[in-house]
């Protein structure tokens, strides 16, 4: 059982009596807070020890519910838009409210029905949760090696890359001209650290470092599809994306390396294993 109740996350309290609204959990501090009745089940029995997830209702007093939500607090989620008011915006995040983004913690414009990576933040003055685009990650990175393997969140383009939050918490980059698939605003990717600067930010790969070159992946694309392929200089970068996983320029370097290599045949429709 948690000592104090904390809103915007997890907690560990036990069940303590029965109410017509529902049932009260109470913490190790004896702090109470309803579970209303469309979260209790039969199995639900006083002294037992139940985790639920705690924020407010519209009249600001604490409420528990068994359900899950997108995001806890502090961390980041790409969020839909689901309402517009003049001094914000809402946002779902998987639970019975809605959560609002006011207008000073916006940087872009918000439209109903967009999607927008925000952090789930916690209001001191009002013990309220809000979500936010407007937050700060952690420079602060040298415990990381090349290759270590991390969770990013794209979060925003930039004409060097897109900046991602690494494992909840750092600062990152991937460069434009090091992603050889379609990436989007919001994706949430396995990634690997390339280089941890001195800045405190890091460097992102979506590909593990020096595992594999491009010509041995193309190669053995076209190996385990049977030895070839209807694929030519000329064929389109999004089919060439799609299978091959990286660029057109890329993929045209590598079939002329393979063809110098003598480990393919191009014809006039398709490419072949030698």
Do not use: W
């Amino acid at each position: 059982m948690d000592k104090t109740i904390q809103v915007g996350r997890l907690n560990n309290l036990k069940i303590n009596r029965v109410s017509e609204p529902g049932i009260y959990l109470i913490s190790e501090d004896e702090t109470e807070v309803l579970l209303p009745n469309a979260y209790v089940n039969k199995d639900m029995q006083i002294g037992n020890d139940l985790e639920v997830f705690i924020y407010t209702d519209s009249e600001d007093r604490l409420v528990a519910t068994t359900l899950k939500p997108y995001l806890l607090l502090n961390e980041f989620a790409c969020l839909e838009i689901v309402d517009m008011a003049k001094f914000g915006a809402f946002v779902d995040i998987g639970l019975p409210k809605d959560i609002l983004v006011p207008k000073n913690r916006q940087r872009s414009s918000f439209h109903k029905g967009s999607h927008k990576v925000l952090q789930l933040q916690l209001d001191d003055k009002t013990n309220r949760l809000l979500a936010s685009e407007k937050f700060e990650l952690v420079k602060v990175a040298k415990q990381f090696n090349k290759n270590d393997e991390v969770e990013i969140l794209i979060y925003s383009k930039t004409p060097l890359g897109f900046k991602v939050i690494v494992n909840n918490t750092y600062e990152g980059l991937i460069y434009h001209n090091e992603i050889f698939s379609k990436i989007n605003i919001g994706d949430r990717k396995k990634a690997y650290v390339k280089l941890p600067r001195e800045d405190g930010k890091l460097d992102i790969s979506l590909q593990k470092l020096g595992v594999k070159e491009k010509n041995d992946t193309v190669l053995d694309i076209l190996i385990k599809n049977g030895g070839k392929l209807d694929f030519t200089y000329k064929s389109s970068a999004e089919d060439i994306n799609d299978v091959f996983g990286i660029s057109k320029k890329s993929f045209k370097a590598t079939l002329t390396k393979l063809l110098n290599e003598d480990k393919i045949i191009l014809d006039e429709d398709s490419i072949r294993v030698k």
